[in-house]
C-alpha cells in the first residue's frame, strides 16, 4: 500500500480547486471531544466567522456536516412539508437539482425556465409569485453548468411582500461575487468549500433567518433515546429526514448542545479556516480578486478569437464558458491540458456536454499566474491544431488587463 | 484571529478519539479533480481496502460523505418504501436513532426490546422476524449507549431464510470488533471513522451486498439536468433524499461516473489513511489490541472496587460503562479528568444519564499507556473524594494483564 502521491493539478475548472495551503494544514490538527469546551468554543467561533462571511446577524450560522448539496438537502427538507408549494427559476443545471430535491420531500414543484446562458429579471419571478403563490422560492445564485450569476437583490422584497421564503444556493458564488444576506433579505443560504473559499467539498455552512426558524421549529422533534421524558415528543408533522433535521441541528449548535451526530472536526477546523483566510484578505478583496482574475480570463479568451458563452454581462466573477471551436474535439484538448500540463479545465454537462469547456478562477487559483498559465497552455494545445491566428494574443491580453487593473 | 491552538486531550470516552498522526496528515494533500483519472482511481482503491476492513467481496462498497449517521440514514432510506415494514431490535440508544430514522422514511416500524446493558439471543430476534415479516431488519452491533455488542452470526441466516434484509450499524464496533460481512451474511453494514478506526468523523463506509442492490435498483433515477434524455426517468418509487440515494451513488462510484455530489477528496484521502494503519497493522492484530487494551482497563476498573456496566461478558472490545459509586459526582469527576489531566472520559444519555462513565479504548488510543495514564489519573481524582480503597490497585491490574498477555 503506497502513499498517496497526486499530481500536482492546477485545477481550473469549475471547482473544486486547489485548496490553500493553510486550509491543508488546519485539517492536520489533532482532536478534542465533541463536547469539549474547546470544541464548542471553535464551533461558536465558526459561527461568528460565517455571519461575517454571508454579511449576516443571523444567530442561526452552521455547518451541516457533507457537502454542499447536503447543505441543499437539510434547508429545503426541514422548510417544505408534503403538499408544500415551492417555485424553482430553473437556469441550468443547479436548479434542476433544487426541483429534485424537492419533489423528493413531497413538495408541488413549479418551475419557470430562462434559457441556458441567461438569468431572469425580477419582474418574470414576481409574476410567478403571484401566480403560484408558493411557501418557498428556491434559486441558484451562480450555476457554474452555464456560469450564469443571477441577480437576487430584489428578490427577498418581493418574497416578504408574498409571504414567500427565499431559499439561495450560493455554493459557486460565495466569496467571489457579492453575497449580501441580511441587505437581500434572504431567508436560508446554503454553500460549500470547494469554489471560491478555497477548501474541499465536505462541508456546507449554512445561514438562516429568525423567519425561517419559526417555520422548522413547527416541525421540532427531540430524539427517542435521548429524550428525558416522554413529553417532548414532536408537535409538527416530523421532517423526513434525521440527518438534515434544522430543527436539531440548532439544538446541537446552542448552548442547549443536544445531541445529535458526531461533529465532523478535521471539516469543522476546515471550514474555520477558509473562512478566517477569506476575512483576513478582506470580502471585499477577495472578491475583487476573483474579478480581477475572471476578468483577465474573459480578455484572453477573447483575445484568442475564442467565444465566451452566454450572456457574459451576467457572468460570474469565478468562471467562464468558452465555446468549443468548430471540429475541435473539446475532450482531446482537456486531455492533452491536463496530461501535458497538469491543467484542469472543465467540460458540461446535459445540453451543454461537448460545446462548451468551463474555466473557473477561483479561492486559491484567483491569481495572475494561474490565468496567465492556463491561457498560454490552452494556446499551445490549440495551436497544435491550427485554432489560433495570433501567437500570444491569450496571454498577453490578459497580462494587459492586470497591468491596467494595478494602475487603477 | 488566532490559529487553532487546543489543548493536547487523550480522548478516552466512546469515541470520536485521538487520529493516528498519519490520518491527519493524509488530510493536507492537496486536491486533484473529482474525475480526474488520478482521483478516480483513489476512489477505486478505497473501495477494494475498505472490502478488506468489512471482509467482504461486495464490489458495491464506497463512503458517504457524511459522518456516520449519514450512513446509517443512506442505507435504510434507500431500502424503505412508504409502508414497508422494519423490525428494530433496541439495545440502546442507538437502537432508537434506526427506528427514528426509519419512521421518517415512512415506514412501519416494529421494535423489540432487550433491557440497556444486555443484548437479544437469536431466537428472540428470530420469533419476532416470523411474527413481523419485515422486509428489513436493522440492527446495531456495538451500541456506545451501553457498551454492549450484539452477536451477529447467526441473523444472516435467518433472514436469508425469511426473505428479510440485514442492516447492521457497525460504526461503534468495526476495527475494535471482529465484523465479518460476507461470512455473517449481513446485506448492509455502515461504519464511521472516529472509533477504532482512528479517524475523525465525517466519512461514512458503507458496503451492501447484491441482495440489497437488487432491491434499490428498482427505485434508480437520474437527475434531471445530467440526463441526456427525456426517457430515462424513474422506474420505482423515489428514493426520499437525493444525497442519500444509494443507486446514484452507486452510478458515482461505478466505471460510469454519473455525476452526484462532488467527492469531499480530503475526507477520501482520510478514509484511505484508516484503512490502511488498519490493513498494514492487520486486522486481527489490530481487534488484539483493543481486546487487550479494554480487557486491560476492565481489571483495572474491577480492581478499583468499581463495577462495570451491564452484562460484561456481550462488552465491546473498545468500551467500558462504569457505574459511578454513589455519592460521587460523575460529571465533577470527569471536569477534573478532563482540566486537570487532559483526559476525557465519557458521560452518558437518556436512562443512563449521571448513572455511569463510559470509557473508551479505541483506534490510535487502544494502547497500554493510554490505558495506564487513564487509570491512574482516574485513581487519584477518586482518591480525592474518599472513594478508592487501595492506592495503585487499578494500575497494577491493568500492567499485570498486560504482563500475561504478552507471555501468552
Not at 187 to 194: I, N, P
Not at 347 to 368: C, D, E, H, V
Request: hydrophobic fraction near 40%; include cysteine.
Amino acid at each position: 500500500m503506497k502513499t498517496l502521491n497526486l499530481p500536482p493539478r492546477l485545477l481550473m475548472g469549475p471547482g473544486p480547486v486547489n485548496c490553500y495551503p493553510r486550509v491543508l494544514s488546519a485539517m492536520s490538527t489533532q482532536l478534542v471531544g465533541q463536547f469539549d469546551p474547546a470544541m464548542t468554543a471553535v464551533m461558536d467561533e465558526v459561527m461568528a466567522l460565517y455571519r461575517q462571511v454571508f454579511l449576516t446577524n443571523n444567530p442561526h450560522t452552521l455547518l451541516i456536516d457533507g457537502t454542499s448539496r447536503a447543505g441543499i438537502e437539510a434547508l429545503l427538507v426541514s422548510a417544505l412539508e408534503p403538499g408544500d408549494k415551492v417555485l424553482v427559476p430553473v437556469f441550468g443545471r443547479f436548479g434542476h437539482l433544487l426541483t429534485e430535491i424537492c419533489e423528493r420531500a413531497g413538495a408541488r414543484v413549479y418551475t419557470i425556465n430562462s434559457p441556458w446562458g441567461t438569468v431572469f429579471e425580477p419582474e418574470q419571478i414576481e409574476k410567478a409569485l403571484i401566480r403560484i403563490k408558493p411557501k418557498v422560492l428556491a434559486i441558484v445564485q451562480g450555476d457554474t453548468s452555464t456560469t450564469m450569476l443571477q441577480p437576487l437583490e430584489h428578490l427577498g422584497a418581493l418574497c416578504r411582500q408574498h409571504d414567500v421564503l427565499l431559499y439561495c444556493d450560493a455554493t459557486a458564488s460565495v466569496g467571489g461575487n457579492t453575497l449580501n444576506t441580511d441587505e437581500w433579505q434572504l431567508d436560508a443560504v446554503s454553500v460549500g468549500l470547494q469554489k471560491c473559499l478555497g477548501g474541499p467539498s465536505g462541508s456546507a455552512p449554512i445561514t438562516v433567518s429568525e423567519r425561517y426558524v419559526t417555520q422548522v421549529r413547527k416541525r421540532h422533534h427531540i430524539e427517542a433515546g435521548i429524550r428525558e421524558s416522554s413529553s417532548s415528543h414532536a408537535l409538527g408533522s416530523p421532517i423526513q429526514s434525521n440527518y438534515f433535521d434544522i430543527p436539531m441541528l440548532l439544538d446541537y449548535w446552542s448552548g442547549a448542545r443536544l445531541n445529535h451526530h458526531t461533529e465532523a472536526a478535521s471539516m469543522l477546523f476546515c471550514a474555520r479556516e477558509c473562512a478566517i483566510a477569506l476575512l483576513e484578505e478582506g470580502l471585499g478583496n477577495v472578491i475583487r480578486r476573483h474579478y480581477d482574475a475572471g476578468s483577465a480570463m474573459l480578455a484572453g479568451i477573447q483575445a484568442m478569437e475564442l467565444t465566451p458563452y452566454g450572456d457574459i454581462k451576467h457572468k460570474m466573477n469565478n468562471a467562464v464558458g468558452v465555446v468549443i471551436p468548430d471540429k475541435i474535439d473539446g475532450e482531446l484538448v482537456r486531455h492533452e491540458l491536463l496530461h501535458r500540463f497538469n491543467i484542469e479545465i472543465g467540460t458540461s454537462f446535459g445540453p451543454l456536454k461537448g460545446k462548451i469547456w468551463r474555466i473557473g478562477t477561483m479561492g486559491y487559483n484567483a491569481r495572475q499566474d494561474a490565468v496567465l498559465h492556463t491561457l498560454q497552455s490552452l494556446e499551445t494545445v490549440l495551436r497544435r491544431h491550427q485554432c489560433v491566428p495570433k501567437a500570444g494574443g491569450g496571454v498577453d491580453a490578459a497580462l494587459a488587463y492586470y497591468d491596467q487593473a494595478s494602475i487603477q
